[in-house]
């Protein structure tokens, strides 16, 4: 656990310290339930066949997730209007350190977020990390959103939906969420076209933080004027954003693979990505999505005619990836309190 790591004087805050409350630990509980009960349906015996089978290639898995989480890197890292003062290795680092604390706690990315920028501040000023930080989730952002509209779209044109409640509830899910990318990106042009400034603002309405608003005023005009400041970069970054979901999907193709020994269709290894993303949005404040996922992929995968154990296993197999790579954030958040103590 890293002790309170000094943002900046600017700002005056420490990064975010990783804490079991009673919430978050009631939460991780009921999830476990949920994931055992889901085994139980199951079967226990077919999943752990089903683990074996994938045997080493787990490490194919793991590999996969380590590619996505160095786009994302090098997305924030071009995001900086000077990239070559953070390295790939230190934007690399924070990032499995920030998704660590993120994945960890319930508070999501309101804590993993700034603890990446909290981790390279010796390399990089705080307001231009924190601005190329917004860029890149903002872009993120919609470029999930576009995913999950668009595997909604392929789930009810390319499949038959169930008659009764479970097909009524896909298809409001799918209709809110193709709605929802229409409005969030409406939000967004409109967000360029005025520029508001919302964050300053708010900030000023309040005496103890009013005194940084013109700080956070020139943080939102760099956000702001990214697309037109350097639109060769931004189409580099929605690269980036577009590569890490398409890797997302070659991870669920591999998985699928070597849990059934033969090569599954794109469209349901997309299908399964997007359900998978979509509940990473909705249930981001439960800790490592744990039994949430696992039920949620094992109830989609019978509603596209795939095996509810097949399902299930997939999502078992994915979290074993999350799990080495929060470790592997826990060991990296540990050697950076070692160095700064050292210093």
Known sequence: MVRGIALSPMTRLT???????VGSLLTALAGLAL???????????????????????VAAVIALGGLRFLLRALAWRLCLDDP??????DAFSAVVSGDAIGNLTPLGPLVGEPAKAALVRGRVAMAPAVAALAIENVLYT???????????IALLVTFELPSGSTGSVMRGVGEIAIGGTIVLFGVALWLLWRQPALVSRALGLTPRLGKHADRIRAIEVEVYSFASRRPGTLARVAAAEIGFHALGVVEVYVTLWLLAGARPSLVTSFLFETAYRLLTVVFKFVPLRLGVEEAGTAAFATIIGVAAKTGLSLAIVRKLRALFWAAAGGLLLVRHGVRRRAR
């Open 15 to 21: 990064a975010p310290r990783p804490r079991v409350s």
């Open 84 to 89: 070559r003062s953070l390295s790939i290795a």
């Open 35 to 57: 994931l055992v009960g889901v085994i139980l349906r199951v079967g226990p015996a077919e999943i752990a066949a089903d683990v074996r089978q994938v045997g080493w290639g």
């Open 142 to 152: 919609l470029s999930a959103a576009t995913m999950i509209a668009a595997g909604m």
